[in-house]
Every structure is written in C-alpha cells, then in structure tokens.
C-alpha cells in the first residue's frame, strides 16, 4: 500500500518511514500500549478476562442459532467472581479480554456521508478487545491509535460501518473524544455488482503496470463518489487539493468505469510536455519491440504521429505499422495502379533509386518540407511530369512496403525501396 501511495504522490507528514510524535507507526511495536489500555479498561471495569474454550463458545453460538437469538457473548466470565478468575490463571488456563458492553444503551455518531447513523447495544455482546495470544482485535486497536495520535476524521468504505459501535464503546470508556466518521459508499462494478477480482485489476499496482498514469488514477478515483458541483472532469492533483470538500461525499455509490479511466488517462497523457510524451512513447514503442532506438529522430517523429490518439503508452505499439506498412504488392496488381503502371512508371521508380542512392533524397527529406518539394518538382520537370501524373507514381515508389523495406518485381528487375 505504502508503494502505491508513494506512485500516486499521495506522501504522509507523519508515520512509517517519516516519523513523528506519536510513533510507533507499526501496530506491531505498539503492543505495550495496548496491553496498558486493556488493563485500563479492566480496572475500571470495563472488560474483564475471559475463560471459554473454543468449544464452549460454538455451544453458545448454536444454542443461540436454535432460538434464534443474536449470537452474542453469553458466558460466566463476565460476572465471575475475583476467586474464580484467580483460579483459572493459577491453572494456566488461556484466556483474553472482553469489553463489558453496557446494556440497552443507545449509541449514535452524526455520519458526515450517512446522516445520523445509531445501534442499540443489546444486539452486540461483549466482545474481545486482546486475543490469548497477546494480539490486540482491530476494532479495539484501531480506536487507541486514533486516540492517541490525534486522529480528526475517519473516512472509509460502508462496510466499516458496524464496527464504529465497538470503536465508540472503547473511546466513551477510556475518556477519549471520537472522530468526526464518514462512510462512503462501495465502488461497483460496470454491471452494478460490487467490485471484485473477476472485474480485472484488483491494486493500485496493477494499474501502474498496465500503463496508468498516477496523476490520472488519482482524478478518476477523487470523482468515484465525490464532485465539486460542476461539470468538470479533469483535474491536477493540485486543482484536488484545492476543490476537494467533504460535504461533497456523495451517499450513492460510484460505479468503476474502466473506458472511463482509459479515456481520462488519454487527457492527461495529452497534457504532458511535448517532449516528454514524445519520450513516453518512444520508450513505449521500444518496449513493445516495434522501434530498437528510443533517442532516434525516426523515434520522436512516429511519436508525433500517434500521439493525439492513444490514451495509453501501450496503445502506440498497434498504432504504428498501419503508419509504416504499405500493402505494396496489392496496389501494384490492383485495377487501380495499371494506369501509373501504364504510364512509365519505372521512369519515376528509377529516379527515386538513383536519388536514395546518391544521397539525394537523404538530403531532400532532412531538409524539411520546402527542401522535399523542391525535389519532387525537380523530378517533374526532368520527366515532364506534373500534377497526377507526378504525384501518384512518386507516391507508391516511395511508400516503404512490409514495414521497414519493401520491394517490387518488374520482369527481371528488383526495386529495393529506401
């Protein structure tokens, strides 16, 4: 996730890798502070250690499936006395920790995304703050963190929303003052069912490798559920910062439209520096195997070409033998070509081949577009060619055939184009 974060630019003023004044940042080396917390709580008389084997809580569960009963804690331990909890540590025996959940308690948050959002405790039970093995549960971790490292505002999936009645519990029994929560809706698929592996990349990294840009990928997830209430759709990561609200959270949820992504993926590709999407491309083209010199001028020049229509690197790769290909043998027999063929075509061919091979067409097409057509008019005046006549055998005598060379046979004679 850390990777992620740092690809999309989205960088942290305080925790792993940055430090700060409320560390550690790793629930791993906090252990100490959980433990004292619990012990805390059990103090106060908020939780309580608990006793029952695995086997005595799936009789539980069962016996209330049978009457149809919330499956909630309903063991001894939460009244046992101080002799009998003695006991069973004077044993060995391995227990954790359960928060002592008030009864028939109303608990309710104004949810900045959901309105006023309230449970009644009766349906909860006690449940566990710290497993036998010394791990704190996340919902008891979660809130001390927030807690103590001042911790304003809790943004996160709907799904999470059960769990805020446990945070409140551990905030309200330890003195500490909630977070402001907001709980946004779930990311759909297209066909409205909820995102999941079979609809395609399931990390941020995925759509790194397949060729996102971050600045794209954090626009199109900022408008998943969110707009600023205009008709805007591209936006900087700066024009972010500066629009986002959280009174803009939208209630409905926000379906993951792929063409989308490509599309605006396309508009900020196009918004890059003129050089460094030629770059882009070119290293994009490389990789693809269809060019071997990214730093080439015939590199940067095929760029050009197909940069006003691809929306990702990767598109470029198909976009460029329809550019360099020619299907040469299919003209040269087609109904089409016979008048040119008619007219002495091989008049022009051979100029062409005499000017590759003496450098002058070299020279001609590096001197740019008005050094070019002073070439071809040159050929025309020496032929006596203009116009159709002059055009359209030049055309498909230059036209590179397979790729990067093609030929054309004529009786016994081969004309190797460029």
């Not at 942290?12 to 080396?29: K, L």
């Amino acid at each position: 996730m850390k990777a992620d974060l740092e690809w999309l630019g989205l960088t942290w003023d305080e925790g792993p890798d940055v430090g700060g004044p409320n560390g550690p940042y790793r629930q791993s080396e906090r252990a100490d502070i959980y433990k004292s917390y619990v012990d805390k709580l059990v103090a106060a008389g908020h939780a309580y250690p608990c006793f029952c084997s695995d086997a005595e809580l799936d009789a539980m569960k069962a016996e209330a499936e049978a009457k149809k009963l919330p499956p909630i804690y309903r063991g001894k331990w939460s009244s046992a006395s101080k002799e009998e909890v003695e006991a069973e540590m004077a044993k060995g025996t391995p227990y954790c920790y359960r928060f002592r959940v008030p009864p028939n308690k109303e608990i309710g948050i104004n949810d900045i995304v959901r309105g006023q959002v309230s449970w009644n405790t009766d349906n909860l039970g006690d449940f566990v703050v710290l497993r036998s093995n010394g791990l704190p549960v996340y919902n008891f971790c979660v809130a001390i963190d927030d807690a103590l490292m001042g911790i304003t505002h809790v943004l996160r999936a709907e799904e999470h929303l059960p769990n805020t009645l446990r945070q409140l519990l551990v905030y309200e029994a330890l003195g500490f003052t909630p977070p402001v929560f907001g709980h946004m809706s779930l990311i759909l698929a297209p066909d409205k069912s909820k995102l999941s592996k079979r609809h395609g990349a399931t990390s941020v990294g995925d759509f790194k490798t397949q060729g996102y840009l971050a600045p794209a990928m954090v626009n199109f997830l900022s408008l998943l559920g969110w707009n600023d209430g205009t008709e805007k759709e591209i936006y900087t990561v700066d024009e972010l910062t500066e629009a986002f609200a959280l009174d803009r959270i939208t209630k409905s949820a926000a379906v993951f439209d792929k063409v989308k992504l490509s599309w605006m993926n396309g508009q900020h590709l196009r918004a890059l520096p003129e050089e460094e999407l030629v770059s882009r491309i070119s290293e994009a083209l490389v990789a693809a195997g269809v060019l071997s010199d990214a730093s080439s001028a015939f590199a940067a020049a095929v760029s050009k070409l197909v940069k006003g229509s691809v929306d990702m690197l990767g598109d470029a790769a198909a976009q460029v033998p329809p550019l360099l290909g020619y299907p040469l043998s299919e003209t040269v027999q087609s109904e089409g070509f016979k008048p040119i063929q008619d007219d002495n075509f091989l008049e022009v061919a051979a100029a062409v081949l005499a000017a590759h091979d003496s450098g002058d067409l070299a020279a001609a097409v590096a001197g740019g577009h008005d050094t070019f057509k002073k070439w071809i008019n040159g050929v025309g005046k020496a032929q006596k060619r203009k116009g159709k006549r002059l055009f359209m055998p030049m055309r498909v005598a230059l036209t590179v055939g397979g790729g990067w060379c093609g030929g054309w046979w004529t009786g016994r004679t081969r004309l190797t184009l460029l």
